[in-house]
């Protein structure tokens, strides 16, 4: 039995989040809905401009964690921060959920990553990182008894952002496939896929990748159509299984020959969609590595999905295990 | 025309919020419900031993400074901070909601002020505040041309825990009272109201303050009674108004002969309790600084304490002049 059900990797961030109107993005040059970088300078430019916000930990495979771990799963985390307060913060939470977080933090500058989180009455998040610590992560931080006791390792396309992160993941991918785990990742955004097409079709061509997570306009970034159901038909024969999250209409998820529709959870009131997509690839990987079928694993994602939208800040407050029994998915 | 609506006058602190069981507050010695004062090594304790948490501006008199800014009116706020991460979230917050907050940070030690927040499953919020640099708020942190230019001074019980906060407020008093304008104060917590029994009820009977917020435990505590009416009884005495909370019952203000009970507004999931009092008395003091009627006062109460309750955190994230317009009390 593996030591871990799913190991993440990512850019260890703590969300400062605020509401904003439509305006404020043009008016600040934020592209909506994407995942802006930016540097320190225009970091404290923005929090200047910024409204009333919250701190909550973050990160897109630091919220998948959490959320593994909601859902009574195993779950282990590598990322880095630096030894400063939003990086105790980031420490404590990722521990509290009971993930396995043991990335040496940085000790003194740059410190640790943040991103700015503006939310529009639409419920769409902008982002605007400033990466920080994160780029300090590399090779040299891969705990390989990790890496190889994972069922599932999973990380962010974002980890192309910084310079030396993609070393870390290929060594992982080795160490993990080594031991005859699985590897996963999530296309992340489509201006990262933009900025890393090949790169990730690489990924995905040579194997290093078994599971692709992406949403709609990802996967079209990917093969550059504006057409989803090319993309998809392209992606069936990129890689194992690819899960497709297309917003309030739910998900694909095609696997060889095989396809299962998803359908998206009911929700109340769309509050803020940060963290969506790392929660439905919670979900999925959690009922993955238990050995569900595909489409009762799409459907966890749904859930854990459907509860993060509802909610300011990227990882549910429910527990997902509780959440998943009584959703008759447990 | 005064230069402001309301001055606020509070110990300045950050919110650490989790969520727990019955359980957990009983094997921490957490009092429910209340304020629990701390020193720092209980504070490292208790943050060990939290769950996930997520990170807001508070401070009783704080959060009532935000709200009134949220309904239009005009806010400043006395409060006392350290340059450091959290301080700097506090200011950040306070400014982006456009209150005037100018009280001279401290440097180095002791850290800004934090309030870990346990949110029960009910609701209820258990807090555990290690006051950090709020001791050093002190009668050369008044503003005069503040307090002499805000129509109505409010202040937190809370105030009597640091050492010369209460000075501050003494001479806030005067001025305000000097210049024709009136005084207001939060008796803050039932178990604060036993510890400064005498002298808050000094406050009232000195008419230092004019005005009382409270709940139904604070003035059963305050009259060292277990009957609702004869505290009430007792506090139409001894000032000219009061406006008492008791939760889903609504609010009841007496002003002289005067009686106005208020309902609740009507919620669809109680999330977290905290904040609850302090937008009462936002929004009643924006009704009452609009020459509204009290009846009115204590409707717009009601709407943002029925707002802030349905959320984690204690500052509501909607436009509470908006809302207020949306409830036809605009």
Same mark, same amino acid.
């Given at each position: 039995?593996? #030591?871990?059900?799913? $190991? /993440? =990797?990512?850019? !260890?961030?703590?969300?400062?989040?605020a509401q904003c109107d439509e305006a404020f993005l043009a008016d600040n040059g934020i592209i909506k809905g994407a995942?802006?970088?930016?540097?320190? #300078?225009?970091?404290?430019?923005?929090?200047?401009?910024? &409204?009333?916000?919250?701190?909550?930990? &973050? &990160?897109? +495979?630091?919220? @998948?964690?959490?959320? =593994?771990?909601?859902?009574?799963?195993? !779950? %282990?985390?590598?990322?880095?921060?630096?030894r400063d307060h939003l990086g105790e913060i980031f420490t404590h939470d990722i521990h509290a959920q009971g993930v396995a977080f043991d990335t040496r933090p940085l000790t003194g500058t740059p410190p640790t990553a943040r991103s700015m989180i503006f939310v529009t009455p639409d419920g769409e998040r902008s982002m605007n990182t400033y990466l920080g610590a /994160?780029?300090?992560?590399?090779?040299?931080?891969?705990? +390989? #008894?990790? %890496?190889?006791? %994972? !069922?599932?390792?999973?990380?962010?396309?974002y980890l192309w952002?910084?310079?030396? %992160?993609?070393?870390? =993941?290929?060594? @992982? !991918?080795?160490?993990?496939?080594?031991? &005859?785990?699985?590897?996963?990742? @999530? $296309?992340s955004d489509s201006f990262c896929v933009d900025r890393y097409r090949a790169e990730f079709l690489d990924l995905m061509r040579s194997r290093t990748v078994d599971i692709i997570f992406?949403?709609?306009?990802? *996967?079209?970034s990917l093969y550059q159509t504006s057409s989803f159901d090319e993309a998809l038909a392209q992606i069936r024969k990129d890689c194992r299984i690819a899960a497709v999250t297309r917003s309030?209409?739910?998900?694909? *998820?095609?696997?060889?020959? #095989? @396809?299962?529709?998803?359908? +998206?959870?009911? =929700?109340?009131? $769309?509050?803020?969609t940060t963290g969506a997509g790392d929660l439905y690839a919670a979900g999925f990987l959690h009922g993955y590595t238990k050995g569900r079928d595909l489409k009762t694993c799409g459907d966890l994602g749904s859930l854990a999905a459907g509860l993060v939208i509802q909610q300011i800040g990227p990882r549910p407050r429910q527990n997902l295990k509780h959440e998943a029994e009584q959703a008759g998915l447990g």
């Open positions: 039995m593996p #030591d871990y059900d799913v $190991l /993440c =990797i990512g850019n !260890a961030i703590v969300d400062i989040i995942m802006n970088l930016i540097d320190a #300078d225009r970091a404290e430019l923005l929090y200047r401009r910024m &409204g009333p916000a919250v701190e909550a930990s &973050g &990160g897109s +495979a630091g919220n @998948t964690a959490a959320g =593994i771990a909601s859902f009574g799963g195993r !779950a %282990a985390y590598f990322g880095k921060v630096s /994160c780029v300090e992560l590399g090779p040299e931080d891969v705990e +390989a #008894d990790k %890496a190889a006791g %994972a !069922a599932v390792t999973y990380f962010e396309g952002d910084p310079p030396r %992160a993609k070393e870390a =993941i290929r060594l @992982t !991918a080795q160490h993990a496939h080594a031991a &005859g785990r699985e590897v996963s990742m @999530t $296309l992406a949403n709609s306009h990802e *996967i079209k309030e209409k739910g998900s694909v *998820i095609v696997n060889g020959d #095989d @396809t299962f529709v998803i359908e +998206a959870t009911r =929700i109340n009131e $769309l509050v803020d």
